[in-house]
């Protein structure tokens, strides 16, 4: 029969000292939103650099997961001031991440791309080639704030954490997320090192679950 001691410590979770995440075990995977996989039907696939999958799979590094706030409120009462849940999520800071570079540059052309879409390079609009189709009726000016334009730049990305022995261990869902920025690339012709960037993005919602 097993001791009261035993029988206590099987109530809370026992860390083991080689039980622990390590910094460089995370995959991010994006889900390319519509316009972008659309790139293929406009301008067809004769070169690799046009072509754009429907994900895209990185091993990043950085601060992959943002700070989780629920704040509290003061609550002035008989003459002191106790505190309160606000009940509600403050909007979440962007978040950074770093990426190796590929041979073929694709991945660093992907998220160039992608900011393309969100404002062109050369006359500063929205979609310039309307590669996500869409149609204005009477054919006025498109708006790219409404709600319904979301889905054509935005999409979900999820950032997997692996385990020693790289098997996922869980799924952080960032939804209606869009890059922001993109860091720009260092040569160096007095060193071999591999070429490293990162680019930053945001999002709406964060979700995550542990898979046993």
Avoid: C
């Avoid at 075990?25 to 039907?41: C, G, S």
């Avoid at 708006?143 to 020693?164: G, H, R, S, V």
């Amino acid at each position: 029969m097993a001791s009261p001691d035993i029988k206590e410590k099987r109530n809370y979770l026992n860390q083991a000292p080689f039980n622990k995440a390590r910094v460089d075990k995370f995959i991010l995977i994006m889900v390319m939103p519509e316009a972008l996989r659309n790139i293929d039907k406009k301008y067809g696939t004769e070169t690799q650099s046009r072509i754009v999958s429907e994900k895209l799979e990185l091993s990043v590094w950085g601060s992959v997961v943002p700070s989780i706030r629920v704040p509290q409120v003061e609550v002035p009462f008989s003459g002191q001031v106790p505190q309160a849940s606000s009940f509600s999520r403050p909007v979440y800071e962007p978040v950074t991440v770093n990426f190796t570079i590929d041979s073929e540059f694709y991945n660093w052309n992907v998220i160039w791309r992608w900011l393309s879409l969100l404002n062109d390079p050369k006359n500063s609009t929205f979609d310039e080639q309307n590669i996500s189709g869409i149609k204005i009726p009477g054919g006025g000016i498109k708006n790219p704030l409404k709600p319904e334009f979301i889905p054509k730049y935005a999409t979900e990305f999820t950032l997997k954490p692996l385990n020693e022995y790289n098997q996922i261990i869980g799924d952080f869902v960032f939804t209606h997320a869009f890059p922001t920025s993109l860091q720009g690339v260092e040569f160096n012709y007095q060193r071999s090192d591999e070429i490293t960037s990162g680019f930053t993005f945001a999002f709406s919602q964060l979700f995550f679950n542990v898979i046993t």
